[in-house]
Every structure is written in structure tokens, then in C-alpha cells.
């Protein structure tokens, strides 16, 4: 019988990032991806703000997360000969209170590299009219899609991805065969599915249900992203994806009318500019209880490895918690950060 090191269930942002990081540091990996399941990955905006505009803080863990993800999506450019990863700054309208808020913030020398600016007339003509505006740095979008059916193609020719589903039973994690190879380890990074996963019911996940547009605007600029309540993201030839809505009961795949509806109305507090929709999708984001990451090893099975939790947040998180999961993998004592390790939840 074959033996590989490592089985990865699940060709997301997660599955995906991690199956590179143990690729390139030598280790025999193989994927399993179930193509007729939804994958929030491919619904994704794949947009990366540095800034929680509600409170004005920093994103959680910006500074370590964003030098990490640049250098590996650049990285992942190189080796698979294509673009996905795109700096954009960012316009957010603000109200004289937000204003205030902005202004103290840009003073703080924590936030230089995040605001670059608060400007009294918007650079792009066709926002509707603020006290004022911020211009943020740091921020852009990763064209999710084009990056996985990258991966996908590069999987493939070497041999390295399964399309079939992984049956989550309780045979299937006692043996460590499938399809006939023996792995050592088996590494779950399911999105969402994981709510129903048997082994993993201890871990709180909220699962979110979000909608996005894709617009055609040719009146728009395409130099920044435009973010308040909504945000408009440019992917070029005048096309732009616009969201999103955030739905807790509902957790099917199905676009609806009333998402639709609420990003519209939104969009047109927003902008004066006509546009059509050209297309609509939904999704669910694997969000935790408490909105960080969850990694680790099964309690009970030592063989049975966990990485999942990347919330709203994806593009930014997946790169560097890809790293930490190939460390727990690679080592077996290696102390993953009790803030993101799943044990929290036991
Ligand atoms: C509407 C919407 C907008 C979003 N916008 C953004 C954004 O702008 N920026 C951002 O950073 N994040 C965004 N996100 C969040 C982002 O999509 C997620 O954080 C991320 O994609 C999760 O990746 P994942 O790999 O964990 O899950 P997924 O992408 O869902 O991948 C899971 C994979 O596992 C496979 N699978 C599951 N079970 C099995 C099984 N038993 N056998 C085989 N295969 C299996 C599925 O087929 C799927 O391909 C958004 C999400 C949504 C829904």
C-alpha cells in the first residue's frame, strides 16, 4: 500500500495555503476536495482592510499578518505564473464624529502606515458627499477564484489533489486510509461543513451566511475601494464586486432577493453612479464564536489535525496560520498560541 505524510480535506483559502506551505517544505501531501460543495473562498470579495472602521482599531494582528500574506501570495504569483493579489487604498466617507476619531487616530504613530490621509473633498467624484474622508493604506483584494483554480491546475499536474468527498465517519478516522494510501495525519479544513463534523462538535462555530454582487459601472473609478456600509471593490474592466450581507439562520448557498435588496439600497446611499448587476452569489463564512482562527490536534486522535475558524477574515489570516499549522505538523510539540489553539473550546 502507498503511504503519504499528509491528507488535507478541503481545497479552500485554508487547504489551499496549507497543502503550499507542506509542498514546498518537502512533505508528502495530498488534497481531497469535494468540488459540489459550496466553498465560501470562491464567493468571497477577497477584500483586506487593516483598519475595524465601528471601533477605529487595527485589524487583529495586522502587523504580523499583513508582511507575511503579501510576501506569500507574491510568492504563490511566481510559482504559478499568475496575478492575484492587488494593493488598492481604500476611501471610507466620515461623519464629523468619525472625523474627530480619524484625526486622533492618524496622530498615533501605531496607525501611520494604515491612514494615509483624511481629505475634505473625495478623490472619487461619484461618492455621495461626507464632512470627510479617509484614505487607507495597507488595504486590497485578492481574486479568490483565479487563485484557487491556480492551485487547482498546479494540484493536479503534480498529482496531488482527489476530487471526490471525504466520508467524515467514524471508520474513516480510526483507519488512516483512503483510496488506498495510508496518511499519517489528516488535516480538516472543511469551511463551514465543519459545523456538522463529528469529531469536531466541541468547537463554537457561528457559521454566517454572506451575499455579494458583481456591478457594471463604466461611470466609477477603479482607483480605490469605496467602503461605508458596503463596499465597492474594483476587479477591473469596469466590473465591481459590491457587499456584503450577514445572515445567521439561513445557511444554504442560495442568493435571495433580500440580500440583494439590502446591498442596493446600500450601494445607492453610498454612490451616484448607474450600474447593472451582472451577477450575485452566497456563500457561508466559517466564523467562531469568539472570531479568531481554530488549530490544532484532536483530542482523543492523535492523528486527526484541525484548521478552520478563518471567519470574514480569510485572505489575511490563511496565509500566516497556514505557517503555524505546518509548525504543529512538522512537530509534534510545537505550542500553538492558546488564543487560536482549538483546546480552547474543550
Ligand atoms: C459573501 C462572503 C464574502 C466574503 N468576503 C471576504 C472578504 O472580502 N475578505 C476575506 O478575507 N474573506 C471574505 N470572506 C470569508 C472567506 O471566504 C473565508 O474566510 C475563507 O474563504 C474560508 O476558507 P476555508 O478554506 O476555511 O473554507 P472554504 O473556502 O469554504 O473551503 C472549504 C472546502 O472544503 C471542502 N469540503 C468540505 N467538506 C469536505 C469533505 N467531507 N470532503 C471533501 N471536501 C470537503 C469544500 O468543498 C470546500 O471546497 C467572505 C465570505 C463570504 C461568504
Known amino acids: 500500500m502507498k503511504r503519504k505524510e499528509v491528507l488535507i480535506v478541503g481545497q479552500g483559502l485554508a487547504g489551499t495555503l496549507l497543502a503550499f506551505e507542506l509542498h514546498v517544505a518537502g512533505v508528502d501531501v495530498c488534497i481531497v476536495n469535494n468540488p459540489q460543495k459550496s466553498t465560501a473562498t470562491r464567493v468571497a470579495a477577497g477584500m483586506v482592510n487593516p ?54 487616530r492618524k496622530a498615533d504613530e501605531k496607525f501611520t502606515p494604515f491612514i494615509e490621509n483624511i481629505c475634505e473633498t473625495s478623490p472619487v467624484d461619484q461618492v455621495l458627499k461626507s464632512h470627510a474622508y479617509g484614505i487607507v493604506n495597507g488595504s486590497g483584494y485578492l481574486k479568490t477564484g483565479l487563485f484557487l483554480d491556480a492551485a487547482k491546475r498546479f494540484f493536479q499536474e503534480n498529482e496531488l489533489l482527489i476530487e471526490t468527498d471525504y ?23 472543511e469551511g463551514h461543513y465543519l459545523k456538522t463534523h463529528p469529531l469536531f462538535d466541541f468547537v463554537r462555530l457561528q457559521p ?20 461605508r456600509r458596503v463596499f465597492v471593490l474594483p476587479i477591473g474592466d469596469h466590473r465591481f464586486k459590491v457587499g456584503s450581507t450577514y445572515e445567521w439562520k439561513d445557511l444554504t448557498d442560495h442568493p435571495t432577493e433580500e440580500g440583494k435588496n439590502s446591498i442596493v439600497d446600500r450601494l445607492k446611499e453610498l454612490i451616484h453612479v448607474d450600474f447593472t448587476i451582472e451577477q450575485h452569489w452566497a456563500g457561508v463564512r466559517p466564523t467562531v464564536i469568539d472570531r479568531r482562527p481554530v488549530i490544532g490536534k484532536h483530542p482523543e486522535f492523535d492523528h486527526i489535525y484541525l484548521f478552520n475558524g478563518l471567519g470574514t477574515k480569510g485572505v489575511m489570516l490563511a496565509p500566516y496560520f497556514a505557517k503555524e499549522m505546518k509548525k504543529l505538523l512538522v ?5 500553538i498560541h492558546q488564543e487560536v489553539n482549538s483546546d480552547r473550546f474543550l
Open 51 to 104: 483598519l475595524v472602521f465601528k471601533r477605529m482599531t487595527k485589524s487583529w494582528m495586522v502587523d504580523e499578518l499583513l508582511p507575511v500574506m503579501k510576501k506569500r501570495y507574491r510568492d504563490l504569483e511566481e510559482l504559478l505564473g499568475e496575478r492575484f493579489y492587488f494593493d488598492l487604498p481604500m476611501i471610507k466617507p466620515l461623519s464629523e464624529q468619525e472625523t474627530e476619531l480619524w484625526q486622533e
Open 167 to 189: 466520508p467524515t465517519n467514524q471508520s474513516s478516522f480510526e483507519n488512516h486510509i483512503f483510496q488506498d494510501i495510508q496518511f499519517d495525519k489528516i488535516v480538516f479544513c
Open 208 to 227: 454566517a451566511k454572506g451575499e455579494v454582487l458583481q456591478i457594471y459601472a463604466p461611470g466609477l473609478s477603479e482607483n480605490y475601494i469605496i467602503n
Open 331 to 335: 512537530d509534534n510539540q510545537y505550542q
